[in-house]
């Protein structure tokens, strides 16, 4: 009932917008191995479904090498018959000392290229998207790698990058990324370290607190949210380990609370835990999404080509049902 009100969201948002725009509906895959056995193509065909983002390979620093590593295994049959955007997540520390952004860049379409070749699915990709929570000392060699990285595209291919609520709220401090689109990651907000925080994934409140009324951004913004739920454990006042899969036994634990301490040692979900590990359940409200993106209209952000929801699994298919995100691509 819930993911029905995201429909009514999600409608309401494009009928309202200041500028009213087409919204392709999209999902975030950021699997290295794609669930098996999967209901998901299916799930995209059912729904027309006709692009995706897909995570093909982090880069990160190794010594003195910035090297790919997390090579994503390729669902060709998910990606054969529909176009792609392809994210790679780099790390902060790759710009911090390595100034030859040049040839990194180079490296990053090399490796693109032979991934996807290999794969024959070059044809399918229309755009590139770079995911980097840049800082203040890292944003001009990062900067400059997007801007080598866009000269050596071709033209059939674009590119975006992520940006983070803070990046949006001090575009003077943190700089504009030179691409087309920016993809607003309106998730993973709170400190996730925090025991006591009440939601890490999504708060309205930190929200508002980065988009003022009335803001804009000089680029358009595609809109990511999160259509996901975890359990964190923490022992000793520590994070100790995010638990994704949806698990009969924890929800039995949890009953109606949204966290608990566990009173024995036990397996839980795959995972041996210990008696007195905190146990906490965090999911989005859909009301809170429902006046985020009401929120999120007041402002003067232009609206990019996408409506994300981070992200695509066979779980993502039983809380977002076929025939609502059939009315929400047709409205």
């Not at 999600?10 to 699997?31: G, R």
């Not at 000392?97 to 860049?105: C, G, K, Y």
């Amino acid at each position: 009932m819930r993911w029905i009100t995201l429909l009514v969201v999600c409608i309401f948002w494009t009928a309202c917008s200041n500028e009213p725009t087409e919204v392709t509906l999209s999902f975030y895959h950021w699997k290295s191995i794609p669930d098996k056995p999967s209901d998901v193509v299916a799930y995209l065909d059912q729904v027309d479904n006709e692009h995706i983002h897909y995570r093909i390979f982090d880069l990160v620093q190794q010594g003195e090498e910035i090297v790919p590593v997390a090579d994503a295994a390729l669902d060709t049959v998910l990606l054969q018959n529909r176009t792609f955007t392809a994210c790679i997540f780099i790390t902060n520390a790759c710009f911090k000392s390595n100034r030859q952004v040049e040839e990194l860049a180079r490296k990053t379409w090399f490796k693109i290229q032979d991934k996807l070749s290999k794969a024959a699915l070059l044809e399918q990709c229309i755009e590139i998207q770079i995911d980097c929570d840049w800082t203040a000392g890292t944003r001009s060699a990062y900067f400059e790698y997007l801007t080598a990285l866009k000269n050596i595209l071709p033209d059939s291919i674009a590119i975006t990058a992520t940006i983070r609520l803070h990046q949006v709220r001090y575009p003077a401090e943190t700089g504009i990324p030179p691409v087309e689109r920016g993809a607003l990651m309106c998730y993973n907000m709170g400190d996730i370290q925090d025991m006591d925080e009440i939601n890490s994934i999504f708060s309205l409140d930190i929200l508002k607190t980065y988009l003022l009324d009335n803001m804009s951004y000089p680029i358009p913004l595609d809109i990511a949210l999160p259509a996901f739920d975890w359990y964190l454990v923490y022992r000793d006042n520590k994070l100790f380990k995010i638990i994704h899969k949806p698990e009969d036994k924890l929800t039995a634990l949890l009953q109606d609370q949204s966290s608990f301490i566990l009173d024995a040692d036990q397996y839980v979900a795959g995972h041996y835990l210990y008696r007195g590990d905190y146990i906490k359940f965090e999911e989005v409200q859909v009301q809170d999404l429902q006046v985020a993106l009401e929120y999120i209209n007041k402002t003067k952000l232009k609206t990019g080509k996408y409506l994300l929801f981070y992200h695509l699994n066979n779980e993502l298919t039983t809380k977002l049902p076929n025939e609502i995100i059939q009315q929400l691509v047709h409205p």
